[in-house]
């Protein structure tokens, strides 16, 4: 997923049921269960963090804190249902699942999972640090991150760029 595609979903779903699920995944990769999951208690805004899995989680690494920029804070704010101590409202996997399927602005044949990924890849096509990318989906080895984030022209760019400097001073 491209940033200007992720902004696009994001922006045509605000206002529905599935902006906050979408916003979730989208950007921070999380997955479905952690998604439901989610409890306003689990944000701290002053802080600007959000406990992930808080309940447990599908691996130890899974249990983890993000750190949330204002902005994003803001936005869950206005796509979050207030009035429930979900972030999310009481969303179930069906009914999550149905939603997700009928929504016309999703990427073609894309599952809700497939927003994970891509929010993998737009940390690592942002940062081109796989390390952050393991932290922040709560992989427990940097490897399983790879295989989401794939090769990056940019890295690969950026990795000659770099040696060329060290080595020729240009």
Not at 33 to 61: F, I, Q, Y
């Amino acid at each position: 997923m491209e940033v200007e595609e992720a902004r696009k979903l994001i922006e045509s779903l605000k206002g529905t049921s599935l902006h906050a699920p979408v916003l979730l995944a989208s950007v921070l990769g999380l997955r479905r269960s952690e998604v439901m999951g989610l409890k306003w208690e689990h944000l701290d805004r002053r802080k600007g963090t959000l406990l992930v899995a808080a309940d447990g989680g599908k691996t130890e690494g899974s249990r983890r804190t993000l750190f949330l920029p204002k902005s994003l804070i803001e936005e869950l704010d206005k796509a979050g249902d207030l009035d429930c101590e979900y972030i999310c409202g009481h969303l179930t996997r069906t009914t999550l699942d149905r939603m997700w399927r009928s929504c016309s602005e999703k990427p073609k044949d894309w599952t809700f999972h497939d927003l994970r990924h891509g929010a993998a890849g737009l940390i690592y096509a942002l940062t081109n640090d796989v390390r952050a990318v393991q932290s922040i989906l709560g992989h427990a080895k940097w490897d399983m991150s790879a295989i989401y984030i794939g090769d990056s022209d940019k890295g690969k760019k950026d990795a000659m760029d770099a040696l060329s400097t060290a080595l020729f001073g240009r």
